[in-house]
């Protein structure tokens, strides 16, 4: 009779989790579209989507944990009646890779598609800042343009002032040439004229030692008649 019922509970046990494994690969194909579609669409700000499908692959993924978990429960009951056979462990073996093999498919979708939606955030991120960018720039386009003018007004009137400098620098220098021409012609004056009062000294020299020697001489002679005279 518990053989009987055993075999009666393993059956049903073989049942549901055979409609659970259907149930949930069924779901898992679909759950791959869908993590699909949802990374990989881009909607644009003129299209509204009529269903959140972000919000429809949580639910469905939400649907799968509760079938995994469904399935394992099965698993778990199978796992404690008494094999009869290997044919029956076999089964159940085959049974636990089945819920394995699921359960890693589904973290692999689930993953791939937050890897995807997290460069897809990304990517719009960065497209989005982009666009500011682009925006500020068309606004800004007039003020850089006026800046630009103002900075080539300013430029223009820097060079200006340094032409002026320069220009008085330069007149500046003429004049200095000048005055230094005049004191040069001065002094080729002055020395051009040393020669001539050099030679008028001289001449003064010489009639003074002239005078002096027919001073001297008519003094000699006054004394010598003096002399003369007293004597005699």
């Known amino acids: 009779m518990a053989s009987a019922l055993g075999a009666v509970d393993w059956e049903d046990l073989r049942k549901q989790a055979r409609h659970l494994e259907n149930e949930i690969d069924a779901k898992l194909v679909a759950f791959s579209k ?82 995807r939606k997290d460069r897809e955030d990304l990517l719009g991120n ?40 320069a220009m008085e620098s330069k007149d500046h220098l003429m004049t200095q040439r000048h005055t230094f021409k005049r004191i040069q012609t001065r002094f080729n004056d002055i020395s051009n004229r040393f020669p001539a009062v050099n030679s008028l000294l001289q001449r003064i020299n010489l009639r003074k030692r002239r005078d002096s020697l027919i001073l001297g001489v008519i003094v000699g002679f006054c004394t010598f008649l003096i002399l003369l005279y007293a004597f005699h």
């Open 34 to 115: 869908l993590g699909v579609n949802a990374s990989s669409r881009h909607v644009t700000a003129d299209e509204v989507p009529l269903l959140d499908e972000e919000h429809v692959f949580d639910n469905m993924a939400l649907e799968i944990e509760t079938l995994l978990s469904k399935l394992l429960t099965v698993n778990d009951k199978m796992s404690e009646l008494q094999p009869n056979g290997a044919a029956m462990l076999h089964t159940m073996q085959r049974h636990k890779e089945i819920l394995k093999d699921y359960k890693l498919e589904f973290n692999k979708i689930r993953n791939n598609f937050a890897a």
């Open 126 to 165: 960065v497209r989005k800042e982009i666009d500011n960018y682009k925006s500020a720039s068309g606004l800004n386009r007039r003020e850089m343009y006026l800046k630009e003018n103002q900075h080539l007004h300013n430029s223009e009137r820097l060079i200006n002032d340094q032409i002026s400098i």
